[in-house]
């Protein structure tokens, strides 16, 4: 009696243990990239203590904030290309032998800069500073408040993309590597872009900007602008890591291009088609032809330089970024949906 009581007993743990383990059993997800869209919540007003940091550098990069467009281009001379945006700015970009910049610009002034270039002036912060170090420099708050609006991060945020509050007007979104845990980018921009972009949860009382609908035209622009600025920007990171520049590949980006756009179309996120067709069978229906291939997708970034720091935060996308063998790159957009395909010629 006592061995079918004892057995009875270690049957029922087995099933309440396999139970536990097959319901908490899930695959790794791909969230990096998926990237929830923040929360927006209307509240009553209540100030949170004084956090600006009135950080004074004179030749920083960043005091042209808010400055005409024409101050700029007098130091740094006419920029390579201009693509317009999803919001309402003007991003110029300018792709030096020793630097790469994109510059917002509306009305003829500049309203946030982005840069990951290591030789510019980005005083008080240098691209490769490490992130302890800035910790130590600097009081990194989990809320952010002025005027009418309050945006709160998250842990994550924190470490991955925290801010920093250069004046009164102006704020530095740090863009954290993960793997080296050091400064790899920074957006400066002004209080309008900062409400308008919306980059972590927020809070507000009265009203809030919002952007104006693209329509297909205006959609289509801004998605070959994007393109372009992933597709340079994936080739500052391989050459700050010393590996060859990739070469643009109209095929490769016809299938990229075509996968984002089903993706939208059919709402689901993943590298497989609802019909279950993947990179290889996409490549080919594109006739693009290599030896290797990989890709990176994407879904809601506010643009490209966060979808390209979201890629260098994840193991397996950061892979596909750094891969010494790929020779060519295409790249597609379509809305809030971004596609890398890799190949090796």
Same mark, same amino acid.
């Given at each position: 009696?006592?061995?079918?009581?004892?057995? +009875?007993?270690?049957?029922?743990?087995?099933?309440?243990?396999?139970s536990l383990h097959y319901f908490n059993k899930s695959e790794?997800?791909?969230?990096?990239?998926?990237?929830?869209?923040?929360?927006?919540?209307?509240?009553?007003?209540?100030?949170?203590?004084?956090?600006?940091?009135?950080?004074?550098?004179?030749?920083?990069?960043?005091?042209?904030?808010?400055? @005409?467009?024409?101050?700029?281009?007098?130091?740094?001379?006419?920029?390579?290309?201009?693509?317009?945006?999803?919001?309402?700015?003007?991003?110029?970009?300018?792709?030096?032998?020793?630097?790469?910049?994109?510059?917002?610009? =509306?009305?003829?002034?500049?309203?946030?800069?982005?840069?990951?270039? $290591?030789?510019? @002036?980005?005083?008080?912060?240098?691209?490769?500073?490490?992130?302890?170090?800035?910790? =130590?420099?600097?009081?990194?708050?989990?809320?952010?408040?002025?005027?009418?609006?309050?945006?709160?991060?998250?842990?994550?945020?924190?470490? *991955?993309?925290?801010?920093?509050?250069?004046?009164?007007?102006? +704020?530095?979104?740090?863009?954290?590597?993960?793997?080296?845990? #050091?400064?790899?980018?920074?957006?400066?921009?002004?209080?309008?872009?900062?409400?308008? &972009?919306?980059?972590?949860?927020? +809070?507000?009382?009265?009203?809030?900007?919002?952007?104006?609908?693209?329509? !297909?035209?205006?959609?289509?622009?801004?998605?070959?602008?994007?393109?372009?600025?992933?597709?340079?920007?994936?080739?500052?990171?391989?050459?700050?890591?010393?590996?060859?520049?990739?070469?643009?590949?109209? #095929?490769?980006?016809?299938?990229?291009? $075509?996968?984002?756009?089903?993706?939208?179309? !059919?709402?689901?996120?993943?590298?497989?088609?609802?019909?279950?067709?993947?990179?290889? *069978?996409? &490549? &080919? $229906?594109?006739?693009?032809?290599?030896?290797?291939?990989?890709?990176?997708?994407?879904?809601?970034?506010?643009?490209?330089?966060?979808?390209?720091?979201?890629?260098?935060?994840?193991?397996?996308?950061?892979?596909?970024?750094?891969?010494?063998?790929?020779t060519h790159l295409g790249v597609g957009v379509y809305q809030?949906?971004?596609?890398?395909?890799?190949? *090796?010629?």
């Amino acid at each position: 009696m006592k061995i079918k009581v004892v057995s +009875f007993i270690i049957i029922v743990f087995l099933i309440v243990f396999l139970s536990l383990h097959y319901f908490n059993k899930s695959e790794e997800p791909q969230m990096v990239h998926y990237h929830k869209i923040p929360t927006q919540t209307k509240s009553e007003k209540v100030h949170l203590e004084e956090d600006h940091t009135l950080i004074v550098q004179q030749n920083a990069v960043w005091k042209y904030i808010n400055q @005409d467009i024409d101050s700029f281009v007098s130091v740094y001379g006419e920029p390579d290309r201009k693509d317009p945006s999803l919001y309402g700015f003007e991003w110029w970009i300018f792709k030096q032998d020793d630097f790469y910049m994109q510059l917002a610009v =509306e009305n003829d002034m500049i309203i946030s800069i982005y840069s990951n270039a $290591a030789t510019l @002036d980005l005083r008080p912060l240098v691209i490769g500073q490490t992130l302890e170090e800035i910790k =130590e420099t600097y009081q990194l708050k989990e809320e952010i408040e002025f005027d009418h609006i309050r945006f709160k991060l998250t842990e994550d945020d924190l470490q *991955q993309r925290p801010v920093l509050r250069l004046s009164e007007e102006v +704020f530095a979104q740090l863009y954290i590597d993960q793997f080296t845990e #050091k400064l790899a980018g920074i957006r400066v921009m002004n209080k309008e872009v900062f409400e308008l &972009l919306k980059p972590y949860e927020v +809070f507000y009382w009265g009203e809030i900007e919002e952007i104006d609908q693209a329509d !297909e035209n205006q959609w289509k622009a801004i998605e070959e602008g994007l393109e372009q600025q992933i597709f340079d920007l994936t080739n500052e990171i391989r050459a700050a890591y010393e590996l060859n520049i990739l070469s643009w590949d109209d #095929k490769a980006a016809d299938a990229a291009k $075509a996968h984002s756009n089903d993706m939208f179309e !059919e709402n689901y996120f993943s590298h497989y088609s609802l019909n279950g067709d993947g990179l290889k *069978q996409r &490549l &080919l $229906a594109a006739n693009a032809y290599y030896l290797s291939a990989g890709e990176n997708i994407a879904a809601h970034y506010i643009d490209a330089p966060a979808v390209i720091h979201g890629w260098l935060n994840s193991d397996g996308h950061r892979e596909a970024l750094l891969k010494e063998e790929y020779t060519h790159l295409g790249v597609g957009v379509y809305q809030s949906f971004y596609t890398q395909n890799f190949i *090796q010629k």
